[in-house]
């Protein structure tokens, strides 16, 4: 790609930076013209200097890290297999189980531990397929327009009309509760926000100066989308993305809780089903793994949160 | 007799990001009289804005009042207790603002809006206060007023809603009338109609206006007197003849000279300043300091204006006063 | 009459996604692993020899798939959704017993959602940097968070053993039966849990809403002129205000109901509420297909009609879309 391209290319990003100077002008007066702060290596490198500044995006990616941390080296940590059964049923929490044991007599901490890499896989990678489709979608939804447009927003349409829980339960009740099933049922289900937001964001930009020079430039259609028009609807993408983990971490506690965890493989939202009928016997067993599932959902929306006003200063004050 | 409304020694400031307070508008006075009118002149940015929501206490957040005091009919608006300012506004001070299609609700119909004032100041029962609102839409010149009265915003011209904005404005009688820039989002010839309303109903009414705008040449004639505003500070200001006559100020001079015409039957002025539009820029808040604001871009700047702080507004002749350094050398 | 005919061509796009939603189905049933007879009487359903091959016969398996949709399309437009083995019930008898539970439920939720959850709003953005303020964020954040069939499961152990205060089981009370007044009490009393369950997640995500929506209207033109026009300062906020903020309030109330259905039937079956989420689950654990999809189907239903339903009242508030041009 040539020079004149690439910084063509970042032109609409750049004001970002400027975006945040102006913002302290109040609505109502013509603000004096924003003064460039220190010119920055790359739109990347302000927004995630921006990212830095908000505690709470800070507080999110901390726990975020550190339960990914105890994911990857759970086995290390506590090495008890969280499918077998280590004493009694219902056992309260004490020195030998430190968060007690199930409704089977298994260790409830070693499924915490253990259960959170199941979880947060597929919430990484169904979210990962929701994007793919959403974007997609959307992409040529919103750059092509026309009857592309008109058909993909059919679909989506329809997809709309199916609760993407109730759709994702029939799908893994037909083709089985396992975690591959799970995975892709979630992410199957849940695109449509990703789309609606990849074909507005392409719509807009598909008709900016920028990019009619490049079309006029002689470039082709995928050329335009993949090195154009994408890298600048990136950032909402990237928010949405980081959203998408923490709904599929929910579905798939609420797929196990309607009983479609996959059986064998310890996972939270399987703890919770499987002991949630007996809630009163043994609260440990059930409070637990959906504090899990909490923070991790909490952890991954602050993150969202903190991108987002990186990269939208101009909500900042909200 | 004592005048409508008198501004002393106004400033208005902004709080910038890091709580430091920013000039906005600095010392302004002036007076206005029953039935007359007076224009404040400026490019945009330059306070005239914040000079009329100060008045109707409507600053936006962030924005305040550093010193000075705004008397209308006496009182002073900046220490009236919030519950007195709304019965103050709407009933004895009213405004037009600039952009009838943002500035009327989209979801209500232009009778309902003009009819709500006079619900709420003047104790009519909802079914008096909108035969009143019809009356008002006759009185603004709307043809076919009961039908209009139940059509919404969006129905109508951009004249249209003008007129209802000023309707809106004149329901309760106001003794101070403010108008925003009243014309700038429409086209010449309503424009004209637009002016001609507001000097037709101040006839009738005696209505004291404050009419803002950047265009001199517009209001030449519906002004009695006029305040130029350049970044933030008056400049000049004197009767509207004299000032369309003899322009001291270079700023003034200049934005007179990128009228084409002066529909006010004085003379051409001798020398025209061919700016055809001023250059440079207003500067930038925050970064004025004592210097005169207008340095940069005027082109009679001599030492004096560089080495000395811009002066205060001196009388040149009876109610025309300049603060230029070289109002006396730019002789008319 | 713009009205209708706009209804009219809703209705009509309904109709075609719904017989879209029933092939769906039917691609499902093909789709899935093992014989299509077996997804129809459900695996656990313990059909007999007899019942299998009497299946087949119904539903046309023997000849090309192209006939086999066109069956499956005519029994359901006749209102037959296939039969439960697991129930011994047709399934839309089961579905119109469960429906009216669930539907209370979810209205008494979007009710209280909407109603609590835009006042937070309206009154946190006064002042966006209030206490308030910050606990509308919070809150957001943590019900966003938190899953809903969690945070049902901690206020039944609340309010089953630590505090019990309320019913946190059923619908009314089964042991000393209520008649009258005092069985729309009852079932209030039993409808608190649940509903507030269902809400919280809702209350989160409409207050931060309309906290964003009304500090964006607050600092409209026309907010400026009610307070030029000297208005009290509750008929700027409430009517000159709101009525602006609640339009994209509407939209996303709309685009939710799906949602809110699905949610009914995780809390139902936290709280035995006799609605669709019991049916579901029992359905799952037999693998009664023919319910589920029938759940399915009628989850588009509902969805569809709350989309309408939101259609209409987003014209009610909004005259500019009223001319039916959208």
Request: hydrophobic share 50%.
């Amino acid at each position: 790609m040539s020079t004149v391209e690439q910084t063509l290319i970042v032109a609409p990003t750049e004001p970002s930076d400027a975006g945040i100077t102006a913002n302290a002008a109040a609505p109502g007066t013509t603000s004096a013209p924003a003064q460039p702060v220190a010119k920055a290596a790359s739109p990347a490198r302000a927004a995630l200097r921006q990212f830095l500044r908000s505690p709470s995006g800070v507080a999110g990616a901390i726990m975020l890290l550190l339960l990914i941390l105890v994911a990857i080296l759970g086995p290390i940590l506590w090495p008890t297999d969280p499918l077998e059964i280590v004493g009694l049923p219902f056992a309260p929490p004490d020195p030998d189980a430190l968060l007690g044991t199930d409704y089977l007599g298994r260790d409830v901490l070693a499924g915490l531990i253990h259960g959170g890499r199941a979880t947060m896989t597929v919430g990484a990678v169904a979210a990962f397929i929701t994007i793919i489709i959403g974007v997609s979608v959307g992409a040529l939804s919103g750059f092509f327009g026309g009857w592309i447009d008109s058909l993909l927003v059919k679909i989506s349409e329809f997809f709309q009309v199916l609760p993407p829980l109730l759709f994702a339960m029939v799908l893994v009740t037909l083709f089985g509760p396992k975690l591959t099933t799970i995975t892709i049922a979630i992410g199957a289900v849940s695109w449509t926000p990703a789309a609606r937001l990849t074909r507005a964001e392409f719509m807009r930009l598909r008709d900016l100066d920028f990019i009619k020079a490049s079309r006029a430039a002689g470039a082709g259609n995928w050329h335009l989308i993949m090195r154009v028009v994408l890298p600048n609807a990136l950032p909402p993408i990237i928010v949405s993305a980081t959203l998408a983990i923490g709904v599929a971490i929910l579905f798939e506690g609420g797929l196990s809780f309607l009983g479609l965890g996959d059986p064998n493989t310890m996972s939270w939202g399987l703890m919770i089903g499987q002991n949630r009928n007996y809630v009163l016997d043994a609260w440990w067993a059930v409070t637990f793994p959906g504090a899990a599932i909490f923070l991790a959902v909490l952890a991954v929306s602050l993150v969202g949160d903190g991108i987002n006003d990186a990269v939208n200063p101009r909500l900042r004050r909200r | 007799m004592a005048p409508v409304l008198s501004v002393e020694d106004l400033s208005v400031s902004m709080t910038d990001r890091d709580g430091k307070l920013v000039p906005v508008l600095e010392n302004l006075s002036f007076s206005v009289d029953r039935g007359r009118t007076i224009a404040l002149v400026g490019e945009s940015g330059c306070g005239k804005s914040m000079t009329a929501l100060a008045i109707m206490r409507l600053l936006p957040e962030g924005f305040v009042v550093t010193s000075g005091r705004i008397l209308l009919e006496g009182e002073d608006v900046l220490t009236a207790r919030n519950q007195r300012m709304r019965a103050l506004r709407g009933d004895t001070v009213s405004m037009v603002f600039q952009e009838p299609m943002t500035a009327l609700n989209p979801l209500y119909t232009v009778g309902d809006q003009i009819a709500e004032a006079l619900y709420h100041h003047r104790n009519l029962s909802r079914r008096e206060a909108n035969e009143q609102a019809v009356e008002f839409l006759k009185a603004v010149q709307i043809p076919a007023a009961e039908h209009r009265a139940k059509t919404y915003p969006h129905q109508m011209s951009g004249g249209m809603r003008q007129r209802v904005m000023i309707a809106m404005a004149i329901a309760c009688k106001p003794k101070l009338l403010i108008a925003d820039e009243p014309t700038t989002a429409l086209d010449v010839t309503v424009q004209a109609q637009i002016f001609d309303l507001l000097a037709k109903l101040q006839e009738e009414t005696e209505t004291a206006i404050v009419l803002i705008t950047h265009d001199l040449g517009a209001v030449a004639e519906l002004a009695d007197d006029i305040a130029v505003l350049y970044a933030g500070r008056c400049i000049e200001t004197g009767p509207s003849q004299e000032i369309a006559a003899r322009p001291r100020h270079p700023y003034t001079r200049g934005l007179l000279a990128c009228m084409p015409h002066l529909a006010i039957g004085q003379p051409k002025p001798s020398v025209w300043v061919d700016l055809g539009e001023i250059p440079g820029m207003v500067p930038g808040l925050g970064n004025r300091g004592p210097d005169c604001a207008f340095l940069a871009r005027c082109s009679y700047a001599s030492e004096v204006c560089r080495s000395q702080p811009q002066p205060p507004l001196g009388a040149i002749d009876t109610g025309h006063a300049v603060s230029c350094w070289l109002a006396r050398e730019i002789a008319a | 009459m713009t009205l209708l005919t706009h209804l009219f061509g809703r209705l009509a796009n309904a109709a075609m996604l719904l017989l879209a939603v029933l092939v769906l189905n039917f691609c499902l049933i093909h789709a899935a692993p093992g014989d299509p007879v077996q997804v129809i009487a459900g695996e656990m359903g313990g059909a007999s020899a007899e019942v299998i091959a009497a299946l087949r016969a119904k539903y046309g398996l023997d000849h090309s798939v192209l006939q086999q949709l066109v069956t499956y399309l005519r029994n359901v437009l006749l209102g037959d959704f296939g039969y439960s083995y697991y129930f011994n019930q047709p399934v839309l008898g089961l579905i119109a017993q469960r429906l009216p539970a669930t539907l209370y439920l979810a209205f008494a939720s979007v009710v209280v959602a909407v109603v609590i959850g835009t006042l937070l709003g309206v009154v946190s953005a006064r002042r966006p940097n209030g206490l308030l303020s910050h606990i509308v964020t919070v809150l957001s954040l943590a019900g966003y968070a938190a899953p809903i069939f969690w945070t049902g499961l901690l206020l039944l152990l609340l309010f089953g053993r630590v505090w019990p205060v309320l019913p946190v089981s059923g619908m009314a009370d089964v042991v000393h039966p209520k008649a009258g007044l005092a069985y729309v009490l009852d079932v209030m009393t039993h409808l608190i849990l649940p509903a507030t369950t269902l809400a919280l997640v809702f209350v989160a995500q409409y207050s931060r809403l309309a906290r964003v929506n009304m500090i964006d209207v607050l600092s409209a033109d026309y907010v400026r002129t009610a307070r030029a026009k000297g208005l009290p300062e509750r008929v700027v906020i409430f009517k000159h205000a709101l009525r602006n903020a609640l339009i994209p309030i509407v939209t996303v109330v709309g685009l939710q109901f799906g949602n809110l259905f699905a949610g009914a039937v995780l809390v139902e079956t936290v709280y035995s509420w006799p609605g669709m989420g019991r049916l579901v689950f029992d359905s799952i654990l037999r693998r009664d297909y023919p319910t589920l999809m029938a759940v399915l189907f009628f989850s588009a239903v509902i969805v569809i009609a709350a989309n309408i339903v939101t259609d209409i009242v987003y014209r009610l508030i909004d005259p500019r879309i009223r001319g039916g041009a959208r």
